[in-house]
């Protein structure tokens, strides 16, 4: 069914434009008003990141997004089930175990598109640059008529991108209401590491002044700065209800997190997303139980669904010790990645493996999966000088629903936000 989708959508057009077209891009100028007008005197600072926004756009066939729409569609259901909601309970850590009353907020899918169907390569509970793709996704420009529908609609999953500041407010809202009821939600702290020096600080700028427009008060903290009382958590004096976690200590196990770990225990704060958001959703051995037949079909999901997700999740094996030895023949065909990994960090291409990194994956927890080929976007830059570029493509939903989808461009193994005219770009799905 899904080679048929693909046959009938464009798939050619979608990969000329994306070798080709040179006519429609991201107009600098244009975005720079935008943050300007969003964030007065920091605006300046997304531009100071260099290798984190692109100036092209990228093209995506209709086809493929429907086939990622629905891999997304059928994993938040499979997920969800009562057996997979067991087999994560018994393999999660304590503190992620118990039934969370708040969802944990919105999820980034990320698919390579260089195979004959979209590859789930990874599900991420923080996913960085939805505020950054979306200030992009505006500011695309066309130089010609190619294109007969408004870039605005192109741009745009199943959330009109005009709507999509509010659709991200009510997600905050919902996560705040399905804990605390009718309460009113007062403060906000966005909370990381010394955030300001974190390369994605100005989305998190981006998303003070989203929430601040919907009424709240809020404040970008160091995660060191929280202060848990008998009657809640602090920063200064003030007390904060709603904690915007974006910290990559996915279960707090660091001592710097204490605080939000003991704040997430004792129910003081609401956190999103929380330890048990990552248990269920970006946990890389779910992309191997996803491939597990009779599971899937415990969760409810028929002969169509499960070979639709066959199709969609490369191969995916839990890394064993006593399977080193086959591993390391296969590895040339395999990319190895630790079980609570981000953003590439400790990940590795088997092409590339030395034996002693490899000794080091086997002692620790990794999976392996099959390598997922990358499409390509060939940029030009100021000079006229052409380069092709890797693409993955991020889609950004909640409840099984995408929200916005942004493509990464680089060069080499991995995302990596250090390429010249890489990094976050606006997707245009192209009309059937």
Not at 404 to 421: E, H, I, P, S, W
């Amino acid at each position: 069914m899904i080679e048929q989708v693909l046959e009938s959508s464009a798939v050619p057009l979608a990969a000329h434009l994306n070798a080709a077209c040179q006519c429609i891009w991201v107009d600098r100028t244009k975005l720079r008003d935008q943050l300007r007008a969003n964030l007065g005197d920091a605006a300046s600072l997304l531009e100071s990141q260099a290798g984190l926004v692109s100036g092209s756009v990228v093209f995506l066939a209709p086809g493929e997004a429907i086939a990622m729409d629905r891999t997304v569609r059928l994993i938040t259901r499979a997920l969800t089930s009562g057996p997979y909601q067991q087999k994560i309970a018994s393999n999660a850590p304590a503190l992620a175990r118990r039934p969370p009353a708040n969802a944990g907020g919105i999820l980034g899918f990320d698919f390579h598109l260089g195979g004959p169907t979209p590859q789930l390569i990874e599900i991420n509970t923080n996913p960085g640059g939805l505020l950054v793709s979306l200030e992009l996704a505006h500011a695309a420009t066309a130089g010609c008529d190619c294109l007969a529908e408004p870039l605005s609609v192109l741009a745009a999953a199943s959330v009109d991108i005009t709507q999509l500041g509010q659709r991200i407010t009510d997600g905050f809202s919902a996560e705040w209401a399905s804990v605390r009821g009718e309460v009113p939600l007062r403060t906000v702290a966005i909370v990381d590491d010394e955030p300001q020096g974190q390369y994605l600080y100005p989305e998190f700028l981006l998303y003070q002044r989203l929430l601040e427009r919907a009424g709240w008060r809020v404040v970008i903290a160091d995660v060191t700065g929280l202060d848990l009382r008998d009657d809640g958590v602090f920063i200064a004096d003030e007390r904060i209800d709603l904690i915007y976690n974006r910290v990559t200590d996915f279960y707090l196990a660091d001592e710097r997190h204490s605080v939000l770990r003991r704040a997430y225990e004792s129910g003081l704060a609401v956190i999103t997303p929380h330890p048990a958001a990552h248990a269920r959703w970006a946990d890389k051995r779910l992309l191997a139980w996803l491939g597990d037949e009779k599971l899937l079909q415990q969760a409810g999901l028929d002969a169509d669904d499960r070979s639709h997700l066959q199709q969609t999740i490369p191969a995916t094996e839990l890394v064993e010790p006593a399977a080193a030895d086959d591993l390391w023949k296969r590895r040339k065909g395999l990319f190895f990645k630790p079980v609570d990994g981000f953003g590439s960090k400790a990940a590795y291409r088997g092409d590339k493996l030395t034996r002693t990194t490899f000794e080091y994956i086997l002692a620790h927890r990794y999976v392996a999966q099959t390598v997922a080929p990358t499409s390509f976007r060939r940029i030009q830059s100021a000079d006229g000088a052409e380069a092709d570029l890797r693409v993955d493509v991020r889609n950004y939903a909640m409840h099984g629903a995408t929200w916005l989808r942004a493509a990464r461009l680089y060069r080499g193994q991995t995302t990596n936000f250090r390429t010249v005219g890489g990094g976050f770009a606006p997707v245009l799905t192209l009309p059937a």
